[in-house]
């Protein structure tokens, strides 16, 4: 499956943002997708999940209460929407499918299929 993140840019503090994750090539319905993010000179970590049906997500503690994960099968595609920006998550966001598919997973290398990343920044 191939995937294509989108719907970056920049936004003062406070802002919102909407990113996306468009997929091709594969079974949709048959993947979680897992967002991860890489700030400068930082390791890149796991932030959201959501499970191949929609029924499960899980949010990292730091955006908790700001930032929704949610799927649409029917359009291939996974959306983030982000709200109460702060400059921490100033970062290149990915998107990602797990080689077994079903289910999301914290650890990266879980993680066969990437998307290119799409830059947010936020300015304090």
């Known amino acids: 499956v191939q995937l294509q993140a989108s719907g970056g840019g920049s936004v003062q503090a406070g802002g919102s943002l909407a990113l996306s994750c468009a997929a091709s090539g594969g079974t949709f319905s048959s993947y979680a997708i897992g967002w991860f993010r890489q700030a400068p000179g930082k390791e890149r970590e796991f932030v959201l999940g959501?499970?191949?049906?929609?029924?499960?997500?899980y949010y990292t503690d730091s955006v908790k209460g700001r930032f929704t994960i949610s799927r649409d099968n029917a359009k291939d595609t996974v959306y983030l929407q982000m709200n109460s920006l702060k400059p921490d998550d100033t970062a290149v966001y990915y998107c990602?499918?797990?080689?077994?598919?079903?289910?999301?997973?914290?650890?990266?290398?879980?993680?066969?299929?990437w998307g290119q990343g799409t830059q947010v920044t936020v300015s304090s």
């Open positions: 990602a499918a797990p080689g077994g598919g079903s289910y999301y997973y914290r650890e990266r290398r879980m993680y066969e299929y």
């Open positions: 959501i499970s191949k049906s929609g029924g499960s997500t």
